[in-house]
Each structure stands twice: as structure tokens, then as C-alpha cells.
């Protein structure tokens, strides 16, 4: 739903040329309009120079682009490379090009509230996601510095001090562009402020510099996801030499924790990450998959001061003492999400995870249940155990070997859910051959008949149809859902894949000739 104002703020700048020359004699309360106006038709010039011209104090993508009482419609998961590189060449261009820097009020850019998605509803169909929106501000303050250096300009200039908000997604290929861009921030009238830090296919020595270099007293979010070989013992070191007394979420990479190989010493490293983990006191989102964890969640938790909203401790070999501790800890009670994939819980712990569900019902919002070896036979557990959870949206099953009848039966309960948007479900096991093994490997994943999958999906969407839920979305993303932040760099990924694939195979080759 449009206002008129904003029909008429879309009619001011579809013509590019008139709205330019216009905009001196716009009312400054009404450049948020404009902007908005502009980034809908994707008038990348006449956001250029809003930006360029901006009056106001605090310039916040989010609630530019959010609902707005002119505009119903959300824009800030249009990550639009047109719009996003006009709006950051405009900021750098209100340092360089503005008549009297005395009357600039600008003191805040916040660019968090941009939302990466996987449809994109932009006409340019050209997306700047969170790396190139990292290596893009990055390049603009140090050629603003650059220029600032080489050309005589007005000293009111260099007074010009404005703090940009942003989440930073370094990886080896832009990892020099940024360390110096952060290097040099105090020296630039743009000053790069790091809110939430993810970290990819990077050296641990870079990974060590740049994470102080982005002030982590700051820092509200911490991703240190595949290709960063940090371990336990590298965490210590971490949590040790710096501190995060805003952090509210922590993704670690896989096996940073493996008690399998566990010593006395190890036991003690332990026991102090969880005693600075208890230190930030903002801690609520902690993700820990594919690191053995067997016998030792509650070393680690039991010393956090504020309950977890999001635990995902997927793969980690938990035992029954484990989910016990789960189930009676004062997270439970809290948890909004909850991932528990690759853990067999029908045969192992299936009270425990009753009373777990049961403690988190009341907020619990998304569950993800992969891989853990729900049959047929514990359909009607499953759906007893997710009855009270009637705050659930998102409910994520897939790998799990449930014939076509049995899924039939519980989307049939899933419907009952009030507040679900979101079901990931597996491709039926009668749809593969007869004999196949779970977990199904990568290689057999696709060997399944397609024609009768896409029968039984059409099924499945049928009982939500005529259950009157279309609002529910149920599909099967074979290889996980979607990560906006893997699918930007995932050339990079898969280069450094097979790098790794070569010296791996080049050392191989090493021993075999040593030993004969």
C-alpha cells in the first residue's frame, strides 16, 4: 500500500535528469521519502546525489527501506547493485563535493539492516551481497584518503567524522583491501565500525590481526565459519587477548572442539573458554556444528550468566548426559532455536528430548532435526513431542528416513501449527532404491525417481491447501538451505577446495616415495 505521497515522490524521481537538478529546494524531511522512492525504481543517480546532499544526523538503511507509513512494502532484502553502489559512491562524494562542510550534520551510516535473500526482486537482477559490500566501502575510504592527501581541499574536510556501520565478510581474496582500509580508519572522515565480523578461507595469523583491528569491544555478532583453522587451543588464545563485552552471537568452525583426543590440559582449556564465554554477559546465539562435544556441553554452558535463544550443536556427538543437561538448564526455557541434526535421538535419548521440547515450547520458533534417524515407527512421538510447540515456524527434517505415508501423516498434524512458515522436508525413502543406507552419501543424494518425489510433494502441498495453509512453504533443498554468504564466495571456496585436494595429495605422494 502506497500513500499519495509516496505515488508522488515516485513520480518526482522517474524523471532522473528533473529530480537531480531539483533536489536543492526539497524539504530535508523529505529526503528518507525520496530515497526510499529511488531505491524502489532503482534510479541509481538520483540516489546518488540524496545521499551526496544528505541533511539529516543518522543516515540507517534499515529503516529507510523497512515499512514505512508511506510505503507498506520492505526493501531491505533488495541487495540491488545499482542502488547499493550508487548510495556508497553518494556518501563518499558528501565528503568530497559538498560546498560548506560546515553545515554537513551527517554523523551515522548504518548499513546492518540490509537482509541477504535468495530471490532477488530487483529489475537490474545484479545483487551486492555482504563480501562485495565489505570490499566496496573498504576501496572508497581508502581512495578518499588517497584523494584527500593529493588534493588541496577545504580543512573543514578533514573535520568531517562519520561513523558507517557495518557487517564486515573478509576471506583471503579481499582480506589486504580491507586490514588496510581498517589499518588507516582514523586518518578517514569515513570511519568503518564493525558490528557483526564473519571470516572465511583466511590464514589464522589474518584472521588474528584483522579481528583486532575491527575493535572487538564492539563487535555484536562473531562468524568463524569453514575454512578458518581455528582450534581450541586458538580460541583460548582468542578469548584471552581480547575481549567481546557486546557479543551476542558466536559461530565457531568445525572441530574446534574434540574431546575424542582430549588430555588433563584440554579438560582445563575447556573449562576457561567456558568461564570467558560467562564473561559475555550478551551472549545468546551460539553455534558450535561438527565439533565432538561427547560428555562436555555442560563444562562449557553451565558457566554462561544469560540464557541461550539459539544453540545449534549439530553433529557434536552429544550423549544422554548431555541432552539431560540440555533439558534441565536454564536455556531450555529460552530457546526461539534449536538444531540437533546428526544425532540419533528416537534410540538414544527420546524422554530427554520430550522434556527439552516441552521447557522450550513456549518460545521455541525454529527446529531442525536432520539426519537424526526419525522413522516411520516415531512419527507419533515426533508429533507428540512438537504439539506444545505452537510458537513453531520453521520446522527442518531433512535425511531422515520417513516413507511417503508417514510424511503425509505428519504434514496432516503440521497444518495444526498456527504460526509455521517454513517445512524442510527429505525426499521419501520409498522414492529411493530398495536397499539404500542412511545418512544418504553425496553421491547417491540425487539417485532417486524424480517423478514420484514430485507426486508426493504435490501431495504434501495439497494437505496444506486444503488444510488452508498456504502460507506454509514445504520444499526439500537437497544440499541445505540457502547461505547468501557460501553462494557470494563459493568460488573462491571451491578454489581453495582444491588447493587444499592438491597438497594434500602432494604430501601423500611425499611419504609414499619416502617410504620406498
Given amino acids: 500500500m502506497k500513500s499519495l505521497r509516496f505515488i508522488s515522490a515516485e513520480a518526482f524521481v522517474s524523471n532522473a535528469e528533473f529530480a537531480r537538478k531539483s533536489l536543492h529546494g ?69 565528503v568530497l563535493n559538498h560546498p560548506s562542510p560546515y553545515v554537513k550534520r551527517l554523523k551515522v551510516v548504518d548499513l546492518t539492516g540490509i537482509k541477504d535473500v535468495e530471490v532477488q526482486f530487483c529489475e537490474c537482477k545484479k545483487t551486492m551481497g555482504r563480501w562485495a559490500r565489505t570490499q566496496l566501502l573498504s576501496r572508497l575510504c581508502l581512495e578518499l584518503l588517497v584523494y584527500l592527501q593529493q588534493t588541496q581541499c577545504n580543512p573543514g574536510t578533514f573535520e568531517i567524522s562519520i561513523d558507517v556501520l557495518i557487517d564486515l565478510f573478509v576471506t583471503e581474496r579481499n582480506y589486504e583491501l580491507v586490514a588496510q582500509a581498517l589499518l588507516k580508519k582514523c586518518y578517514c572522515p569515513l570511519k568503518i565500525c564493525c558490528v557483526a565480523f564473519r571470516s572465511d578461507n583466511l590464514a589464522l595469523q589474518k584472521f588474528f590481526y584483522i579481528i583486532k583491528l575491527t575493535d572487538p569491544s564492539l563487535l555484536r555478532k562473531l562468524e568463524i565459519v569453514h575454512n578458518v583453522r581455528l582450534e581450541m587451543e586458538h580460541l583460548e588464545i582468542l578469548f584471552n587477548s581480547m575481549r567481546f563485552p557486546l557479543l551476542m552471537s558466536l559461530t565457531l568452525p568445525a572441530r574446534t572442539f574434540n574431546v575424542r583426543r582430549f588430555t588433563a590440559t584440554d579438560e582445563q582449556m575447556l573449562t576457561n573458554i567456558g568461564e570467558k564465554m560467562g564473561e559475555m554477559t550478551q551472549l545468546t546465539e551460539l553455534s558450535m556444528s561438527f565439533s565432538i562435544l561427547t560428555g562436555r556441553i555442560q563444562k562449557l554452558l553451565s558457566p554462561l550468566k544469560t540464557p541461550l535463544k539459539m544453540l545449534d550443536v549439530s553433529n557434536c556427538s552429544l550423549n544422554h548426559a548431555d541432552m539431560a543437561y540440555l533439558a534441565n538448564s536454564f536455556h531450555a526455557n529460552h530457546l526461539e532455536a534449536l538444531d540437533l541434526s546428526g544425532h540419533n535421538i528416537p534410540d538414544l535419548y527420546p524422554s530427554i528430548f520430550f522434556k527439552l521440547l516441552s521447557h522450550s515450547s513456549s518460545v521455541l520458533r525454529s527446529l531442525t532435526l536432520e539426519d537424526c534417524n526419525i522413522q516411520d515407527t516415531h512419527v507419533n512421538m515426533l508429533i507428540l513431542a512438537l504439539s506444545p510447540c505452537q510458537k513453531l515456524q520453521e520446522f527442518k527434517f531433512l535425511g531422515n528416513p520417513l516413507s511417503s505415508q508417514a510424511l503425509k501423516h505428519l504434514f496432516t498434524f503440521l497444518c495444526e501449527l498456527p504460526m509455521l512458515k517454513n517445512v524442510e522436508f527429505p525426499v521419501p525413502r520409498d522414492c529411493y532404491p530398495i536397499g539404500i543406507t542412511y545418512p544418504i552419501d553425496d553421491a547417491s543424494l540425487c539417485r532417486f525417481d524424480h517423478q514420484k518425489y514430485e507426486s508426493v510433494a504435490e501431495e504434501l502441498k495439497l494437505i496444506l491447501l486444503q488444510a488452508n495453509r498456504e502460507d506454509v512453504k514445504a520444499s526439500t533443498p537437497l544440499f541445505g538451505s540457502y547461505d547468501a554468504a557460501v553462494q557470494e564466495t563459493n568460488n573462491e571456496l571451491g578454489a581453495y577446495l582444491i588447493k587444499s585436494f592438491k597438497e594434500t595429495l602432494e604430501k601423500f605422494t611425499t611419504s609414499l616415495n619416502k617410504m620406498s
Fill in 26 to 94: 526539497v524539504a530535508h524531511n523529505l529526503f528518507p521519502l525520496l530515497f526510499k522512492a529511488s531505491y524502489l525504481l532503482e534510479q541509481g543517480e538520483v540516489i546518488h546525489d540524496l545521499v551526496e546532499n544528505w541533511p539529516l544526523v543518522d543516515f540507517n538503511m534499515g529503516k529507510l527501506l523497512g515499512t514505512t507509513v508511506d510505503c507498506q512494502e520492505d526493501l531491505s532484502h533488495r541487495t540491488c547493485s545499482v542502488c547499493l553502489e550508487s548510495c556508497l559512491t553518494g556518501l563518499r562524494d558528501y
